[in-house]
C-alpha cells in the first residue's frame, strides 16, 4: 500500500507536485497517467525516498522510504533503466544490490532467470539493448521478494513478446497480493494492464478511480447497427443522434442502450447483422480530462 | 513506394536479413512488426542506403537510395532521435539538414511549428527530453516534404497527447498519398495506426496483408449474443452446424459464423437480440501466433 | 560490514578502478627509476625515492572522485540511496573501502619506489631507512594517499559531475597552489596553508642531516611539524568529507 497526503515539491519557483492525496492498494495494478510535466516521475522519487517532499509526505505500508529496514525487500522500483554502470555487468550489478540489503546471491541467479538474462548474465550492461536494460530493471526491481513494486514506462524498449510478458508479469504480481503502482504513457497498453487508475495534470490529482469507471465517465458510449433494413430502422430510432460510418455501412447509434435497439428491431420485423455496443476508449477518456494540462501542444 | 527484392544482409556468419521481398504502398500507413532481432532495424538502414545490401535491392520509388537526387526530398526518415548533435539547437540542427539537400530555410521554421517545438527551437538538443527529441526527428523527417516516410518507434517517449498527435499526423500524411512505414512494438498502438502490416521474423519475410487479414486469418472470429431467448437461440443455431458456448447468463459465444448469418437465425426465429458483436483476436494475439519461434530472449512465464 | 562489501562488489566490478591503481603505481614507481637511475649527486637519499609521490596521489583522488561522480552519471546512486535509504552509511563505507584502497596504493607506491630505487641508483649508502624520519617519507606516501581520496570522495559527492571534480582537484593542486605563492606580501604566508602544500611537508619535510642535498626536490614549506601536517591535511579532508555528506543527505539524489 501507498499512501500520498498533501504531498508537494517546488523546485524553485516551479511547483511539480501540488497538494496531491491518492492511495494505491494491494492486489491490483494501479496505472499512473499524466501527461508530461505533470509531476509523475517526481512523485515517483518521493515515494523511493530520492526527491525531499516540500510539503506532505507519502508512507509505503505505513512508514516513510527512509524508515524501512532493509527497502529492498519491501518495495522494488524500477525507474530508468539506465541507471547501471555500463562497464559492470548485469550479475554485478544485480549482486552489490542484494548484498546492500543482505538478499542471498541464489536469489540474484532467480531473479536473472526470470527475466530471460541468464545467458548474458556476466556481459557488461552497457552493451545491452534497450530491452535487456529493461529486463535487467526488472530484475533489480524483484530482487527483494517485494510487497510493493512500481515501474515506470516498463515496455519501453521491449519487443511484443516482452510486452505481453511483463503485462502478464504485472497482472501475477498483483494477484499474489502486491501492490504494483505502473507509470506510463502508453493508454492503450495501460487500458489493458490496468484496474485502478491514478491521473494527474500539473502536479494536481485529477482522478483516481478504476479504470472501467473512468472510462465510463468520461465518454458516451455508442452501439454500431448493421442491418439490411438499416432506413427502416433509422427511422424506429426517430429522435436519437444516429450518424453513418461511411466505411462499412453501418449505424453509430448514441444514447439509446443496445437492448433497447434489438427490442425495436425484433417488435418490428427487422433484421440485424451487427448491434454492437462501444466502449469509449481510455484514450479518448484521458484527452477528455486532460485538456488543460498538457506541455507541448502540436498543431498542423 | 518502397520496393524490397530478395534483400538480404549477413554480418560474418549471421544472416539478420533472409532473402526478403515486400513491397509498401502509397496512401497507406504500412506497420513493420517484428520481435527483437528479426531485422527491422537493418532493412531500414538499407532502405536509407545507410547499410549495403549483401544481396538483393531495396528501391524507393523505382531508386536506390543513392541514386535519389537530393534524398531528403524524396525520403524522410526517423530512426533514433539521439542522432542530433547534443550542443547544437533544434533549428541549427534542421538549418544544416535543410542546407544539404536546397531546402528553403523558411521551411526549417514550418517544420518546428508542425511539431510544437518552435518555443524551443533556439535551446540545445542536448537538454531536450525524449519526446522533445523525438519531435525534433519527426520535423528533420518532414523537412523535405517527402513522398515516402519511415519512422522508427515514434511514440518513443512521447506522452499521450504527443502519441495521439503523431498517430493522426501519419495518418494524415498516408491520405495525402505518401508512403508511411512505421515500425514499432507497440502492437495495440499498431493496431489503431496501420491499415497494411509487413511482418518479418529471423530476417524472413512471415506475412504480408492488410492488418484486418492479418488478424483474422491467425486468430479464431467468434459472435458474441446477449438476447433474452438465448436458450432458444443457442438450440437453432447449433441446428444450423455452427458451435455455441455459454458465457454466463443470456450470453452466448459462436463460432463458425458470421454476426449477419446470427443475426438473420434469430430474426428467422422472431427472437429479441440485445447484443450480436463480432468479436475479433487482437493483433498481439496474431503476432504471438506467427511469430511465436523466432524471438530473441524468452523470459520466464512461471513465478 | 555488508555495506564494505557493497562497495568493494561496486568498485572491483568496473575496470576503471583497476586502470587508475595500475596507473598511480605505474606513474610514482615510473618516474622514480627514472630519477633513480639518473642519480649522480652522490648517494641518493630516502626522500630521492618520494620526489614522485605526487603523481601517483593526483590519479588516486581522480579514482576516489569517479568513484562518487560515476554513481551520478550512471543513476546508480539512485539505486543505492533506495537500498539503503539513510544515505550516510553507504556513503561512508564507500569513504571506508576507496580510502583504505588509496592507502594499500600509497604504500605500494612508497615502498615499491623505494626498493626500485635500491635497485637503479648508483650509490645506495643513504637509502637504508634506518630512522623514524625515513619510515615516514616512505609509509607517509600510504597516508597521504588514504587522506587524499578521502578529500576527493568528498569533492566528487559535492560537484556530483566528473569532469568538474576532475578539475577542481588538478587545478587546485597543480596550479593554484603555485600561484598563491606569487601574490605579493601575503601569498606565501597562504601558500603555507594550502592542503597539498601541507601534504608536501608531511612527506618531504624535516630530512635528517644529510637526508637530501641542497636545492635537490621540490621545496617544503609549512609552520607546522611533519605530523602536525598530515594532521592538517585529514582535518581538511574529513571537514570536505562531512560536508558533502550534510549534503548529500540534504539534496534531491
Excluded at chain 1, 182 to 205: C, D, F, N, P, Y
Aim: aromatic share 6%; glycine share 12%.
Amino acid at each position: 500500500m501507498i499512501e500520498a497526503t498533501g504531498l508537494t515539491k517546488h523546485y524553485g519557483r516551479t511547483v511539480a507536485v501540488d497538494d496531491l492525496s491518492f492511495t494505491v492498494r494491494p492486489g491490483r495494478v494501479t496505472g499512473f497517467l499524466g501527461p508530461n510535466g505533470a509531476g509523475k516521475s517526481t512523485t515517483m522519487r518521493m515515494v523511493l525516498g530520492l526527491d525531499r517532499p516540500t510539503a506532505g509526505r507519502v508512507l509505503v505500508n505505513g512508514k516513510r522510504y527512509a524508515e524501512l529496514d532493509q527497502p529492498l525487500r519491501t518495495v522494488g522500483a524500477l525507474l530508468d533503466a539506465k541507471w547501471v554502470h555500463p562497464n559492470r555487468s548485469a550479475r554485478a550489478h544485480l549482486r552489490w544490490l542484494a548484498k546492500s540489503n543482505r538478499i542471498p546471491v541464489r536469489r540474484v541467479d532467480e531473479v536473472l532467470e526470470m527475466v530471460g538474462l541468464s545467458q548474458v548474465a556476466h556481459r557488461r550492461a552497457g552493451g545491452f539493448s534497450l530491452g535487456m536494460a529493461q529486463r535487467l530493471g526488472i530484475a533489480g526491481a524483484l530482487l527483494g521478494d517485494p510487497e510493493v513494486l512500481l515501474f515506470d514506462e516498463p515496455v519501453n524498449g521491449l519487443d511484443p513478446e516482452g510486452i505481453l510478458w511483463i503485462r502478464q508479469f504485472m497482472h501475477r504480481l498483483a494477484e499474489q497480493g502486491r501492490t504494483v503502482f505502473v507509470s506510463s504513457h502508453l493508454l492503450s497498453e495501460m487500458a489493458q494492464t490496468a484496474q485502478e487508475l491514478i491521473v494527474i495534470g500539473r502536479g494536481k490529482l485529477i482522478a483516481q478511480t478504476s479504470t472501467e469507471q473512468f472510462i465510463r465517465d468520461a465518454t458516451e458510449d455508442t452501439v454500431r447497427v448493421r442491418s439490411p433494413q438499416l432506413d427502416q430502422l433509422r427511422a424506429l430510432l426517430g429522435g436519437a443522434r444516429v450518424e453513418d460510418s461511411p466505411a462499412d455501412g453501418a449505424l453509430v447509434v448514441r444514447g439509446v442502450e443496445a437492448a433497447r435497439i434489438g427490442e425495436l428491431a425484433a417488435a418490428n420485423g427487422i433484421v440485424l447483422h451487427e448491434l454492437n455496443p462501444q466502449r469509449g476508449s481510455l484514450e479518448e477518456a484521458f484527452m477528455q480530462l486532460t485538456k488543460e494540462s498538457v506541455e507541448y501542444q502540436a498543431h498542423d | 513506394m518502397i520496393e524490397a527484392i530478395g534483400l538480404t544482409k549477413r554480418y560474418g556468419n549471421t544472416v539478420a536479413v533472409d532473402d526478403l521481398s515486400f513491397t509498401v504502398e502509397p496512401g497507406r500507413v504500412t506497420g513493420f512488426l517484428g520481435p527483437n532481432g528479426a531485422g527491422k532495424s537493418t532493412t531500414m538502414r538499407m532502405i536509407l542506403g545507410l547499410d549495403r545490401p549483401s544481396a538483393g535491392k531495396v528501391l524507393i520509388d523505382g531508386k536506390p537510395y543513392a541514386k535519389l537526387d537530393r534524398p531528403l526530398r524524396t525520403v524522410g526518415a526517423l530512426l533514433d532521435a539521439k542522432w542530433v548533435h547534443p550542443n547544437r539547437s533544434a533549428r541549427a540542427h534542421l538549418q544544416w539538414l535543410a542546407k544539404s539537400n536546397g531546402i528553403p530555410q523558411r521551411r526549417v521554421d514550418e517544420v518546428l511549428d508542425v511539431v510544437g517545438l518552435t518555443k524551443v527551437a533556439k535551446r540545445r538538443a542536448g537538454g531536450f527530453s525524449l519526446g522533445m527529441s523525438q519531435r525534433l526527428g519527426i520535423a528533420g523527417a518532414l523537412l523535405g516534404d517527402p513522398k515516402v516516410l519511415l519512422f522508427d518507434e515514434p511514440v518513443n517517449g512521447l506522452d499521450p497527447e504527443g502519441i495521439l498527435w503523431i498517430r493522426r499526423f501519419m495518418q494524415g500524411l498516408a491520405a495525402e498519398g505518401r508512403t508511411v512505414l512505421v515500425s514499432s512494438h507497440l502492437l495495440s498502438e499498431m493496431a489503431l495506426t496501420a491499415q497494411d502490416l509487413v511482418v518479418i521474423g529471423r530476417g524472413k519475410l512471415i506475412s504480408q496483408s492488410t492488418t484486418t487479414e492479418f488478424v483474422e486469418r491467425s486468430t479464431e472470429n467468434t459472435v458474441r449474443v446477449r438476447s433474452p431467448h438465448a436458450d432458444k437461440l443457442g438450440a437453432m443455431l447449433v441446428d444450423k452446424g455452427f458451435t455455441v458456448r455459454e458465457d454466463g447468463e443470456g450470453v452466448l459465444i459462436v463460432s463458425g459464423a458470421t454476426s449477419d448469418q446470427v443475426g438473420e437465425v434469430a430474426a428467422g426465429g422472431g427472437l429479441v437480440l440485445h447484443e450480436l458483436s463480432p468479436q475479433r483476436g487482437s493483433l498481439e494475439e496474431a503476432f504471438m501466433q506467427l511469430t511465436g519461434d523466432s524471438v530473441e530472449y524468452h523470459a520466464e512465464t512461471g513465478k | 560490514m555488508t555495506l564494505l562489501a557493497v562497495e568493494r562488489i561496486k568498485l572491483f566490478s568496473t575496470r576503471s578502478p583497476w586502470w587508475c591503481m595500475l596507473l598511480a603505481l605505474g606513474l610514482t614507481v615510473g618516474i622514480t627509476a627514472i630519477i633513480a637511475g639518473n642519480w649522480n649527486e652522490g648517494p641518493m637519499p630516502v626522500l630521492g625515492a618520494v620526489f614522485a609521490h605526487t603523481f601517483g596521489l593526483y590519479v588516486v583522488m581522480v579514482m576516489a572522485a569517479l568513484a562518487v561522480t560515476t554513481e551520478y552519471r550512471f543513476g546508480t546512486i539512485k539505486a543505492t540511496f533506495q537500498a539503503v535509504p539513510d544515505r550516510i552509511s553507504p556513503m561512508v563505507a564507500k569513504a571506508a573501502v576507496v580510502t583504505a584502497l588509496a592507502a594499500l596504493v600509497g604504500l605500494a607506491a612508497g615502498f615499491g619506489s623505494w626498493g626500485l630505487s635500491w635497485l637503479l641508483a648508483g650509490d645506495t649508502s643513504q637509502l637504508a631507512l634506518e630512522s623514524a624520519n625515513d619510515w615516514r617519507h616512505v609509509a607517509g606516501v600510504g597516508l597521504v594517499y588514504g587522506a587524499g581520496a578521502l578529500l576527493a570522495l568528498g569533492v566528487g559527492a559535492l560537484v556530483r559531475q566528473t569532469a568538474g571534480a576532475v578539475s577542481i582537484i588538478l587545478v587546485f593542486a597543480l596550479v593554484l597552489e603555485s600561484v598563491v605563492g606569487l601574490i605579493p606580501n601575503i601569498g606565501d604566508d597562504i601558500q603555507k596553508w594550502m592542503p597539498f602544500t601541507v601534504a608536501s611537508k608531511f612527506i618531504m619535510g624535516d630530512p635528517d642531516q644529510g637526508g637530501m642535498p641542497a636545492d635537490a626536490g621540490p621545496p617544503t614549506v609549512g609552520a607546522l611539524s611533519p605530523w602536525g601536517s598530515f594532521g592538517y591535511f585529514v582535518a581538511i579532508a574529513v571537514a570536505m568529507f562531512v560536508i558533502s555528506l550534510v549534503v548529500v543527505k540534504r539534496r534531491d539524489a
